[in-house]
């Protein structure tokens, strides 16, 4: 079964702090994993995907198939980061994404 | 703009009507998805289309729902006979090609209440 963990609902760091959002995932074969951010007011949209290797806003994420996981890192943290985060998976080539429940991050001044 | 569109974005209904939903996706996008999602959950899956095709309705909770895009391009999710527990975000993507594969841009969401 395709399944996504991620156990904060809520996250809380400074600004200038550095800043981890965990995401585990289940699944047999080879996945392809994302995150999406949602801002306030905003669209649900793609921040980034393991597959590119990308570090976009300063988030990366690496995919640790051994934990089975793909946390979200920044290393300083800024008040334009406080969102909505889903950790996503799809096995290879399909259609479909899996998402988890979403951690809102707040970022205090 | 250019993006998804979705209407309406905010639909209140009494229990037992009938709604339906409209998602326009990106031009040219060939795959189109809708998801729900409930207070305080990730957006679940409910089916998807390529081109006019309804690919995969394995999300679909039930018979009261049923989701068409007959020409390919704008497609309509259609809920029968409301419940209380069909009150969700309804959200539409839609991609070049299979989510896995290529960036999957979403609507703003259509905001579903029945009362």
């Known amino acids: 079964a395709q399944r996504v963990t991620q156990p904060e609902k809520l996250l809380s760091v400074f600004k200038g702090a550095p800043v981890e959002l965990k995401c585990n995932y289940s699944?047999?074969?080879?996945?392809?994993l994302f995150w999406y951010v949602q801002y306030s007011r905003q669209r649900l949209q793609l921040l980034l995907r393991?597959?590119s290797r990308e570090s976009i806003k300063g988030f990366t994420a690496d995919l640790n198939k051994g934990e089975t996981s793909f946390h979200l890192k920044k290393p300083f943290a800024q008040e334009e980061d406080s969102a909505m985060y889903y950790c996503?998976?799809?096995?290879?080539?399909?259609?479909?994404?899996?998402f988890g429940q979403g951690t809102r991050l707040t970022i205090n001044p | 703009g250019a993006g998804v569109s979705q209407s309406p974005r905010y639909k209140v209904t009494k229990r037992g009507q009938d709604v339906a939903l409209r998602c326009d996706p990106i031009?040219?996008?060939?795959?189109l998805y809708w998801y729900r999602q409930a207070l305080g959950q990730g957006p679940e899956f409910l089916t998807y289309?390529?081109?006019?095709?309804?690919?995969?309705k394995s999300g679909l909770p039930n018979d009261r729902f049923s989701a068409e895009r007959p020409e390919g391009s704008i497609s309509t999710l259609t809920i029968q006979r409301t419940e209380q527990r069909d009150s969700a975000m309804y959200r539409c993507?839609?991609?070049?090609?299979?989510?896995?594969?290529?960036?999957?841009?979403f609507g703003q969401g259509t905001r579903l209440t029945v009362v």
């Open positions: 996503a998976l799809a096995g290879l080539g399909a259609q479909k994404l899996v």
């Open positions: 993507a839609s991609s070049l090609g299979p989510a896995g594969n290529t960036e999957a841009f």
């Open positions: 289309f390529n081109y006019e095709a309804q690919q995969d």
């Open positions: 031009s040219g996008h060939v795959s």
């Open positions: 393991h597959i």
């Open positions: 699944y047999s074969g080879s996945p392809e």
